[in-house]
């Protein structure tokens, strides 16, 4: 099992920018898919970015040109990079970990986009 941490949320007017951070503990970094997943009040959670071990990657309609998952393997951290962000974006955003259908959290970060 690994434990993950977010960090970098936080207050961004509509069309600035933010970048998550994901940093994981207990296990070895570069054999889980990773994902970032969003949750805003009343609704579903729901996945706004994967990256494979491999590096592939894979997003939503919703968020398609606007976000850029990475991962530094090195660091033991996963990023998530917010341009052009929308209040429909407002949302707490949980880091996954998965390997071997076992998913793992974070606590989340609340990002609110709001002039």
């Known amino acids: 099992q690994v434990q993950l941490v977010e960090s970098g949320g936080g207050l961004v007017q509509p069309g600035g920018s933010l970048r998550l951070s994901c940093a994981a503990f207990?296990?070895?970094?570069?054999?889980?898919?990773m994902g970032w997943y969003r949750q805003a009040p009343g609704k579903q959670r729901e996945v706004v970015a994967i990256?494979?071990?491999?590096?592939?990657?894979d997003y939503p309609d919703s968020v398609k040109g606007r976000f850029t998952i990475s991962r530094d393997n090195a660091k033991n951290t996963a990023y998530l990079q917010m341009n052009s962000l929308k209040p429909e974006d407002t949302a707490v955003y949980y880091c996954?970990?998965?390997?071997?259908?076992?998913?793992?959290w974070g606590p989340g970060t609340q990002v609110t986009v709001s002039s």
């Open positions: 996954n970990a998965k390997y071997r259908g076992i998913d793992s």
């Open positions: 207990g296990s070895v970094f570069s054999i889980f898919v």
């Open positions: 990256i494979t071990s491999g590096g592939n990657t």
